[in-house]
């Protein structure tokens, strides 16, 4: 069963040496979810760069099986400090054991620039990465290299990767499904990831369980089939373009998605 705890639940995934809950009238904390607290506090701070505990703001995290496989993940929705960060990320809860899967996920078309994350290159501990031929470049296979040889956050791109030295596991994002970045060709420097306005975890069509990430670009829907030993995902994505402004998501009495748009309309996007 699916266990959602949204911003009025967990208020404060946020505290820079502690982190805070406050749930429901009626609700009881997790054990999962303060398996995954304590995993974050204690062996894995998030966007670790040197000493410096910048403070997690976790907008929501769910709790479900989201491959299918008998084991439990943790999905967490947060708001990274850093530009390249990953805006969700999954946890394998297994036994009590908890793991920070290696990729996570960014939905959303890339916008300009604002004032809201920092960016690793002005720290110089991060670069950008242009292939020197035009062979096409195999993401598992270059972040297999570097996680051994410069372990550290990989983001791929069409034509370029970036990389920067974040403490912690490996970490990897997949961004070659966007057609045209902002900026410059070749460099992140012009660009930043959208906020996801909610997550949601619901069917959809004859492809079952699914990962729902609303944004104001549209509705990214994530099929994830199976993930890999190497952390990497074997999944599917469906983005759905929105012809309004979406402001949140709803499941529906039947099971189905509905998004709602700034004038309160619902809209079904099966």
């Not at 297994?94 to 004032?115: I, W």
């Not at 996680?147 to 961004?175: A, C, E, T």
């Amino acid at each position: 069963m699916q266990k959602q705890f949204n911003r009025l639940f967990l208020g404060a995934f946020l505290l820079i040496t502690s982190l805070s809950f406050s749930a429901f009238a009626g609700d009881s904390i997790s054990n999962d979810v303060e398996l995954v607290k304590d995993y974050i506090l204690n062996s894995e701070y998030l966007e670790l760069f040197d000493t410096t505990h910048y403070r997690i703001k976790c907008e929501n995290i769910i709790v479900d099986d989201i491959d299918g496989d008998g084991i439990t993940e943790a999905i967490l929705h947060m708001f990274p400090h850093f530009r390249q960060s990953p805006t969700i990320l999954i946890y394998k809860i297994n036994k009590g054991k908890v793991n920070r899967v290696a990729e996570g996920l960014a939905p959303g078309e890339p916008v300009g620039l604002s004032d809201k994350y920092l960016d690793a290159h002005t720290l110089g501990l991060a670069v950008d990465m242009v292939a020197q031929d035009k062979r096409p470049i195999d993401p598992a296979t270059l972040f297999a290299i570097g996680k051994k040889q410069n372990p550290g956050h990989y983001v791929f791109y069409r034509s370029f990767i970036h990389m920067d030295m974040r403490k912690g596991s490996p970490s990897f994002l997949d961004m070659r499904h966007i057609d045209k970045l902002p900026g410059k060709p070749q460099t992140c420097e012009g660009f930043e990831f959208p906020d996801v306005l909610e997550i949601h975890i619901a069917n959809y069509l004859d492809k079952g369980k699914c990962l729902f990430a609303l944004t104001e670009s549209g509705l990214f829907i994530y099929k994830i089939k199976h993930i890999q030993e190497n952390g990497l995902l074997d999944k599917e994505l469906i983005v759905k373009k929105l012809k309004f402004n979406p402001k949140s998501m709803i499941t529906a009495a039947n099971g189905n998605i509905l998004v709602i748009d700034d004038k309160g309309k619902s809209h079904n996007i099966n």
